[in-house]
Structures are given as C-alpha cells and as structure tokens.
C-alpha cells in the first residue's frame, strides 16, 4: 500500500485531509525518494491546487513537474527588477514546456515604489524591498492552493540545511514540497545536461546563483555561488522561504 492509498482511505472515511495531517506521514515516507515520486505523490494528493514556483534561473522543476502533472501552474514573480535574459528564459519556457505561466506582479510598479518609498530601496532596507516585491506578491497568488512545490535544496546555503521533502507552510497554512532537496549541485547539473533542461544564459556569464538585477552581481571562482545575491548586505534570504 502506498501513501497516497492510505491517504485516499482518510478521505473516504472523513472526508476532506487535514493537511497538517499527512505531512509529518508525508516527509518520513518520501525521505529518500525519486523527485519524481515526490511530485507523482504532491499531484495525486492535491490535484489542480498544487503549483510550482520558479525564478527562471533553470526550468529543471518545470522539466520534472510537467513530466508527471503536465499543464501544471508555475508561479512567476516578476519583481520589475529583472535581469532581460530571466525574462527570456521565462518566455522560451512558455514555448517548450506543457506548463502554465502565471506572471505575479508585486501591488506596486517599480516607479510607484520609488515615489512613496523613495529610489533604490533594494539598496537602503533590501528586507522591506524583498517583501514587497517578492514575498507579499506570492503569499496572494498562493492563495487557491492547498500545496505549492519549490527547488530548493539542502546544499544551497546553511539556511535549508534542514529543508524536509514535504513540510508545513505555517506562514501560509499550506504544504509545500521541496522534491530535490536532498540533491547535491552535482545531481543538478547532471540532470540538466542529461535532459537538455532550458537554462538561464547568465549562468554561462558567472552567475550561479540569479535574484533581481541591482542585487545580484558575478560569483569569482571559488566564491560561495549565493555570494553574488545581496553582496555586502547580510543579507542571504529573500523571505519566500523563511
């Protein structure tokens, strides 16, 4: 019997899950398991109210969700801050992949924020900035789903050292499924050369890791690959995943 099996037995006895419920069941039975199975578990589960985000720094999660969940949703934020090769990878994503794009864009534009907030906020609080461009934007457009997949990894930086396979969004009220966490950068890049997944064209330019234009600069060789997000800030996270 599988865990969707059991989960599917919950329903039929008492109707809807609770979805606090199944992921402590949902993270110790997945541990350790293929991405795919991961999110072939996440589509059976939670059907057409699960999506995925992406910042289109690669499509390697839309390239594994849209394999098992074709026409998935994938969440896009478009921050106005922008990099034009992020953009294009988001449109050459539209054209190769079965997926559904939804751009989301924060309540203000780049130009409203200036005038009440006053310029290059990203340089004076980058947290504020972050919330409002990135953070408070998604924390609305997840609101018709019960789920939501991501690509971070426990490799990425010392923050997600603890990333669980499923786990529970209490920001959020909702699940949220992290199916290449245990992956290494090694286990990535693999999989990217082995698909021909699409890639963000400043990845051949030194950019390992892609944010926002004005806070994201070139990694040297040897550095950290997140050390080129917010440089000299203190800053490490944008607060999607915090």
Request: proline residues 5%; charged residues 35%.
């Given at each position: 019997m599988t865990l969707?099996?059991?989960?599917?037995?919950?329903?039929?006895q008492r109707g809807a899950l609770d979805l606090q419920d199944i992921v402590e069941s949902a993270a110790t039975f997945l541990e350790g398991a293929p991405a795919r199975e991961i999110i072939r578990w996440a589509a059976a589960t939670f059907g057409d109210r699960l999506c995925l985000t992406s910042s289109m720094s690669d499509a390697l999660l839309i390239d594994l969700v849209s394999r098992v969940k074709p026409g998935v949703d994938v969440l896009f934020i478009d921050t106005g801050y922008h990099f034009a090769e992020t953009i294009g990878t988001r449109d050459a994503v539209r054209q190769?992949?079965?997926?559904?794009?939804?751009?989301?864009?924060?309540?203000?534009?780049?130009?409203?924020?200036?005038?009440d907030l006053?310029?290059?906020?990203?340089?004076?609080n980058p947290d504020l900035c972050c919330y409002l461009r990135k953070v408070e934007p998604l924390n609305r457009?997840?609101?018709p789903y019960l789920a939501w997949i991501s690509g971070i990894r426990r490799d990425e930086s010392v923050s997600r050292t603890d990333?669980?396979?499923?786990?529970?969004?209490?920001?959020?009220?909702?699940?949220?499924?992290?199916?290449?966490?245990a992956w290494t950068q090694e286990d990535v890049d693999n999989y990217i050369a082995d698909n021909g997944v699409l890639i963000n064209p400043l990845h051949y330019d030194n950019y390992p890791s892609i944010g926002c234009g004005p806070c994201t600069r070139q990694v040297a060789e040897g550095e950290d690959p997140r050390s080129g997000r917010w440089a000299g800030l203190g800053k490490v996270e944008c607060g999607i995943h915090l």
């Open positions: 969707v099996d059991i989960e599917v037995g919950l329903r039929d190769v992949y079965d997926v559904n794009v939804i751009d989301i864009k924060p309540s203000r534009t780049v130009e409203e924020q200036d005038r006053g310029p290059r906020l990203f340089g004076r457009a997840l609101e990333t669980r396979v499923v786990e529970w969004d209490a920001k959020r009220q909702m699940v949220k499924v992290n199916p290449i966490a």
